[in-house]
């Protein structure tokens, strides 16, 4: 009781002193961010993955060729999520003499579960669907009712049912995992199947089950897939929004790998910003602990009225933490709601949690060296002011708050690689500040022994840089901290800048929308001079020759050959064989050689790598294809990375020119068209009839909408992260201030102008920033390049402007910054601060 | 048996090194200050007086040499050991108040008896301001006092835990003249009363000659001055 009543008092007196204001302030932040980012980021990324599964309709999907069985329903019903069933068919639509091939996708209630489709009951009006089609109606895709000539409350006839048009279907965003379907749409209710005859033995039948869970928890979903997997017989399939749509995949992945980043960089400046708020505070705690060893207070005492402290300040700073933590996130969630289609999920208990782990592991481990010093001030100090303890400051004593740092960054992080690239490279950067820090003040030792010429501007830099002297320990841990501050900041700038621009680039604005396909050779020269006339920058036009795989080095393959059920699904499925002299743009070769020009007839083959590890070829394979009857064999020589994101039309399997030349090909290509030139399709139909013109804007808006929403949040939590940044630099100075004061306040009573004192600290404080963000760039490229190229996976470039932009902000903030803290002192006479000293 | 002495030093040396060189501070020195004796030790300054008085309480660790407060050698003591005797034996007035400035008036008094797990410590720290005339600044912090004021709290604190012996270093070396004397006057008046031994290190003979003893420290040694050469020497 005693201990805690004098840790309290102790604690009470710090503050209206004001040494733990700045370290409580630090642990305030470090938990508001920690607490904030993850309260945020933990909502955003259910919010981007409730948006993704709006695609899907569901949170994951079964399909099956063959009906669900019950089993797997009953399962997700005991698990109490939400689920529907569909059904998907092929089917001849009749409007009287007029018919239409259809793709019929019977809905049961509550489809879909993620997600609305748009339909439109009248000409004007379009609204979100809150039913799915009445028993007996339908909902049919505006080109068939153009096709058909069909009004709202016209019937149709699919298979032996008469059903009424009572609405067109607008969007259906669920569609989004099928998006070369190239038959319009009928949405019909499921209760009115049996009546058209039309599901009997053999029919192709696509069944889907949708699962969906209200509160949005992940991990739940995840429990029921695991469950699944092992169940699945032939023929059935799980998909998630990252299986299905791997575009989709590839966004959210990055996304949650920067906000990863982002929260491990609140978590490091955070950490940085307390080592440093704790030198002031100890330092003004030593007479106190001096004069209680004194009085007779032992080690043990001594140590637990410090462990209580410590308590007591990372307990009211985690709380206020929280308390701030979920106040900040719900302000920016209130704004980042705007941003997305479906309202965010409530917040977890899980960024409390951490939050408080946060504060007690974080100002505990980092406090801890420093009380060390405290506990073992002697006795004599009260009499001998030099003395401080005879602790050293061994790097052993950093190992607790190192290995809490590490825990931390891999916990927010979530990725070995990341964390680990991320911790390397503040390591070396504290041992390579350090070391520079000691040489930079032996230099300025050495120099300050040289006759100083009679110059008093030399006089002013001599005394600014000396200032790096006076203060060897504070001076290194200021340069430390500040470049590690500095370089957390830049390492998030950077990778959030190569990660927008490859968004940018993967998935551009004019990324193609119009897919035309069932192009005859004749046509190629009429296709090209009419896109050209109507200014559509189109991409070329692309040779398609339909195959089967039959063998593999002379051996047969089937799909039993093969358990893996992608493997088994391509073994089965047509391939379309092209052939190219050039490899396209966004093809990268990954093993072997693309051919040269006279390499034109040779049966080379180049393989999408992917798809070659899916069926185990290899360089070398002689694959045998079935083209319209008659055997090709071809030899891969080449494997190749593709970037399906990109939209272009891309194949699986290329040949050199002059390969295919015997077999019958069709052409296709891809182009962006603007929204306001739908005529130009209009024109291409009419005059190339035979076309078939696939529109996949829909589809490409949403995309684009939802890397333009991830991007908000991508540039909302590095704004956050940027602010613990400003905290770590104002801890940096509070530091050193009450120091400098006493010294600035001598100068002046020695007869100083104020300019001269102000001079003097500026050079000092450039001379700070300047190192510290040396050290700081060199290292954030190192990291930034293998953050880029081994985790998120994007092209690394090194930012010229960026990095001049940091040293210009080090050098001119740091002491902007030194000024604004210490500003008030240089106002006042020398006798009122030297009062207060 | 009760010991004899309230403080003995035998052949007490310390040395310091200081850029590779070491410099004797004190060489084989002896005292002995009785029980409820008033000691005064003299030196110009540097002469070590502060280091003689830092080892005399145990705060520092003599190069050789042996101390003994109340005939215990505190030599063989750990650093909480000695901890343990100060705050059964001792009580220190010194001459920068030492008075935390986070703290009262009242709480600086409080502190060293809360350390010592006096469950009274509240009502002492009260009535050793009142026998310091400072009850009424109880709740003052030591920037709301004067110098004066802050030495007499510095002085409560010193008695109030009844400490046998007083170690007091400079005690009016920041006070003006007329302050010092009232300090002074209650020091003693508060030693008389309480019967405590007083080991009083200052340079003001002024306030050396009111002690029964009087030590001139010089080249390390300790040397008695007469009542005479007191005066004589007096500045």
């Known amino acids: ?837 | 048996m009760q010991a004899p002495y309230a403080v003995e030093a035998v052949s007490l040396s310390k040395t310091v090194v200081s850029n590779d060189t070491t410099i004797p501070i004190l060489t084989n020195l002896n005292l002995v200050v009785p029980k409820k004796e008033r000691l005064a030790i003299i030196g110009s300054s540097g002469s070590g007086k502060s280091t003689l008085l830092g080892l005399l309480a145990g705060l520092d660790i003599a190069s050789s040499g042996k101390v003994l407060i109340d005939g215990s050698d505190i030599g063989p003591l750990d650093e909480d050991g000695r901890a343990a005797i100060r705050a059964k034996h001792m009580g220190f007035v010194f001459q920068s108040f030492q008075l935390l400035g986070s703290l009262t008036a009242f709480e600086n008094v409080m502190l060293p008896l809360q350390l010592a797990g006096r469950s009274d410590a509240s009502a002492i720290a009260m009535s050793a301001l009142e026998s310091v005339g400072l009850a009424a600044r109880s709740t003052h912090y030591p920037k709301q006092l004067s110098g004066g004021e802050q030495q007499r709290v510095a002085i409560a604190r010193a008695f109030a835990a009844k400490p046998s012996i007083l170690f007091a270093d400079e005690p009016t070396g920041n006070l003006d003249a007329a302050t010092g004397e009232s300090i002074i006057e209650l020091l003693f008046d508060l030693n008389l009363k309480s019967g405590t031994t007083l080991v009083l290190v200052t340079h003001d003979m002024n306030l050396a000659r009111r002690c029964q003893r009087v030590l001139n420290l010089q080249n390390g040694q300790l040397k008695e001055i007469d009542i005479a050469d007191k005066k004589a020497g007096a500045h």
């Open chain 1, 1 to 837: 009781m005693l201990v805690l009543s004098i840790a309290w008092r102790q604690c009470r007196s710090l503050w209206s002193s004001g040494e733990i204001r700045v370290l409580l302030f630090a642990l305030i932040l470090a938990v508001t961010a920690t607490t904030s980012v993850s309260f945020f980021t933990d909502r955003i990324q259910s919010g981007m993955q409730t948006q993704g599964n709006v695609l899907l309709g569901g949170d994951i999907v079964v399909m099956s060729d063959h009906a669900i069985p019950a089993s797997y329903l009953a399962e997700a019903q005991k698990r109490q999520f939400q689920t529907t069933q569909t059904m998907e068919f092929p089917s001849m639509v009749l409007n009287g003499e007029s018919s239409q091939l259809a793709e019929i996708k019977a809905v049961e209630s509550g489809f879909p579960l993620r997600g609305h489709l748009t339909i439109s009951q009248s000409a004007s009006r379009k609204q979100l669907a809150t039913d799915i089609p009445a028993k007996g109606t339908v909902w049919i895709e505006p080109s068939l009712a153009k096709k058909l000539a069909l009004n709202i409350g016209d019937s149709i006839s699919i298979g032996d049912r008469q059903l009424k048009v009572s609405a067109l279907l607008l969007l259906e965003p669920s569609r989004g995992g099928d998006m070369f379907s190239i038959a319009p749409r009928v949405f019909m209710n499921s209760a009115d199947v049996a009546a058209t005859g039309l599901i009997q033995f053999g029919s192709r039948v696509k069944y889907q089950l949708l699962v969906a869970n209200q509160a949005n928890e992940q991990d739940v979903m995840q429990a029921y897939a695991d469950w699944l997997k092992p169940q699945l017989g032939r023929g059935e399939r799980v998909e998630d929004v990252r299986s299905a749509r791997p575009e989709m995949r590839n966004a959210l992945d990055k996304a949650q790998q920067f906000l990863g980043i982002a929260s491990t960089v609140g978590v490091i400046l955070a950490m940085v910003a307390m080592l440093l708020a704790s030198i002031p505070y100890v330092q003004k705690s030593l007479d106190t602990y001096a004069l209680m060893r004194c009085f007779g207070a032992t080690k043990p005492l001594i140590t637990q009225i410090l462990l209580y402290q410590t308590l007591l300040l990372a307990l009211v700073g985690s709380v206020i933490g929280c308390v701030l933590g979920f106040a900040a996130q719900y302000g920016l969630a209130i704004f980042a709601e705007r941003l997305f289609l479906e309202t965010l999920p409530s917040p977890g208990w899980m960024p409390v949690i951490l939050g408080f782990v946060t504060g007690f592991a974080t100002l505990l481990t980092v406090v801890w060296p420093q009380l060390m010093r405290l506990q073992a001030v002697p006795a004599l100090r009260i009499l001998r002011q030099d003395l401080e303890g005879n602790v050293r400051t061994n790097g052993l004593v950093f190992l607790p708050a190192f290995l809490v740092l590490a825990g931390l960054v891999f916990w927010h992080s979530g990725d070995i690689k990341l964390a680990g690239i991320v911790l390397a490279a503040l390591v070396a950067l504290v041992v390579v500040a350090s070391v520079l820090a000691l040489a930079g003040m032996r230099l300025i030792r050495a120099l300050s022994k040289q006759e100083v010429g009679a110059s008093q501007r030399f006089g002013v830099i001599q005394l600014g840089l000396m200032g790096f002297r006076r203060r060897p320990a504070l001076t290194v841990a200021q340069v430390v901290g500040l470049s590690m501050g500095l370089m957390a900041i830049l390492l998030l700038a950077f990778v959030r800048n190569d990660l927008l621009k490859n968004w940018q680039t993967s998935l551009p604005a004019d990324a193609p929308n119009r897919f035309v396909i069932n192009i005859q050779a004749e046509q190629i020269p009429g296709i090209n001079a009419l896109l050209t006339e109507q200014g559509i920058r189109h991409a070329d036009i692309f040779p398609m020759v339909r195959a089967r795989l039959e063998a593999v080095n002379g051996k047969l393959i089937s799909a039993a050959d093969y358990s893996d059920d992608r493997a088994k699904r391509m073994a089965e499925r047509e391939f379309n064989l092209s052939w190219a002299a050039e490899m396209q743009a966004d093809n990268t070769s990954v093993a072997g050689q693309w051919w040269q020009v006279e390499d034109a007839g040779k049966h080379l083959l180049s393989l999408e790598q992917e798809l070659a590890k899916t069926l185990k070829l290899n360089l070398g394979d002689q694959l045998t294809y079935d083209v319209a009857g008659t055997k090709l064999n071809l030899t891969i020589s080449n494997l190749r990375k593709v970037e399906w994101s990109s939209m272009h039309v891309n194949f699986f399997a290329v040949t050199p020119p002059k390969v295919l030349d015997n077999y019958a090909a069709s052409y296709l290509t891809s182009f962006h068209l603007p929204a306001d030139q739908e005529e130009t399709i209009n024109r291409l139909v009419k005059q190339f009839p035979n076309l078939t013109i696939i529109n996949v804007s829909a589809l490409m808006e949403q995309i684009q909408t939802l890397i333009s929403k991830m991007s908000y949040a991508i540039e909302f939590v590095f704004g956050f992260s940027l602010l613990a940044g400003l905290a770590v630099l104002y801890a940096a100075l509070m530091a050193t201030r009450e120091e400098r004061v006493r010294e600035s306040t001598l100068m002046r009573v020695l007869g100083a102008s104020r300019r001269q004192v102000i001079s003097a600290m500026l050079v000092e404080f450039v001379s700070v920033g300047l190192l510290a963000s040396v050290v700081a760039i060199l290292f954030t490229n190192i990291a930034a390049y293998y953050l880029a190229t081994l985790v998120l996976k994007v092209d690394y470039q090194f930012n010229a402007w960026l990095t001049l932009e940091a040293v210009i902000a080090a050098i001119v903030l740091v002491p902007l910054a030194a000024w604004l803290v210490a500003r008030h002192q240089f106002n006042q006479p020398p006798r009122a601060l030297l009062q207060s000293i």
